[in-house]
């Protein structure tokens, strides 16, 4: 009787040293008390940039990436015949292409412009400006960058001032995050860059462009 008492009381110790190392090795210092990791996005792998050049009866061509774009004609309702939409269906972006002849109304479109652009600042937390003049192609205009979660996040505008007008937008199909876009806008801003740097007026309007 006397040695499984002494049996028991071995035991009975033995667990209370087990329960006491358990405690204090699940209750460390206030240094160890970990950190939540800030949250992150999905790395996005991005492909090389083909640029082709995009021509057909429109009074203009340009570069554009051929290997994860299409030009495709507007098909809204309400758009003129070289109103063009490049579509980047991987980004779920597009850049959509409105041109419209000058007819002694260069300041209107200039207006319009401008108020497309500065009305998305009720959610944009800025919006630089970047003059574009390339005097040999007479070409000449203004790109707005908008940033922070707005619908449309690149715009300009580009004319030769005499005869032709052409106003581009960048829109993504998704809910505005400028966080989680941004990689997106400055892979595809790239673009928008080369077309404007390699954009080309060619030859009058045909007659039906007048509108």
Same mark, same amino acid.
């Given at each position: 009787?006397?040695?499984?008492?002494?049996?028991?009381?071995?035991?009975?110790?033995?667990?209370?040293?087990?329960?006491?190392?358990?405690?204090?090795?699940?209750?460390?210092?206030?240094?160890?008390?970990?950190?939540?990791?800030?949250?992150?996005?999905?790395?996005?792998?991005?492909?090389?940039?083909?640029?082709?050049?995009?021509?057909?009866?429109?009074?203009?061509?340009?570069?554009?990436?051929?290997?994860?774009?299409?030009?495709?004609?507007?098909?809204?309702?309400?758009?003129?015949?070289?109103?063009?939409?490049?579509?980047?269906?991987?980004?779920?972006?597009?850049?959509?292409?409105?041109?419209?002849?000058?007819?002694?109304? &260069?300041?209107? @479109? $200039?207006? +319009? #412009?401008?108020?497309?652009?500065? !009305?998305?600042?009720?959610?944009?937390?800025?919006? *630089?400006?970047?003059?574009?003049?390339?005097?040999?192609?007479?070409?000449?205009?203004?790109?707005?960058?908008?940033?922070?979660?707005?619908?449309?996040? &690149?715009?300009? @505008? $580009?004319? +030769? #001032?005499?005869?032709?007008?052409? !106003?581009?937008?960048?829109?993504?199909?998704?809910? *505005?995050?400028?966080?989680?876009?941004?990689?997106?806008?400055?892979?595809?801003?790239?673009?928008?860059?080369?077309?404007?740097?390699?954009?080309?007026?060619?030859?009058?309007?045909?007659?039906?462009?007048?509108?």
């Amino acid at each position: 009787m006397f040695t499984l008492i002494v049996h028991l009381k071995i035991l009975f110790n033995y667990c209370l040293l087990l329960i006491a190392i358990c405690f204090f090795s699940s209750c460390g210092s206030d240094n160890d008390t970990s950190t939540p990791k800030p949250f992150s996005y999905f790395r996005i792998d991005f492909p090389k940039k083909e640029y082709s050049v995009f021509k057909d009866s429109c009074p203009f061509e340009f570069e554009y990436p051929a290997n994860y774009a299409l030009v495709l004609p507007d098909s809204d309702k309400n758009a003129e015949p070289c109103w063009k939409n490049i579509v980047f269906p991987k980004y779920t972006a597009e850049l959509n292409l409105s041109y419209k002849r000058i007819n002694n109304n &260069l300041n209107e @479109y $200039l207006q +319009d #412009s401008w108020s497309l652009a500065t !009305r998305h600042q009720v959610k944009a937390s800025g919006m *630089p400006e970047t003059p574009i003049s390339r005097d040999s192609a007479k070409v000449y205009g203004l790109m707005f960058e908008i940033e922070g979660n707005a619908a449309s996040s &690149l715009q300009f @505008y $580009l004319t +030769d #001032s005499t005869e032709h007008f052409l !106003r581009g937008a960048l829109y993504f199909f998704a809910q *505005p995050n400028y966080d989680s876009l941004s990689p997106v806008i400055d892979f595809l801003k790239k673009d928008v860059e080369r077309m404007i740097t390699s954009l080309k007026w060619k030859g009058k309007p045909a007659s039906n462009l007048s509108h």
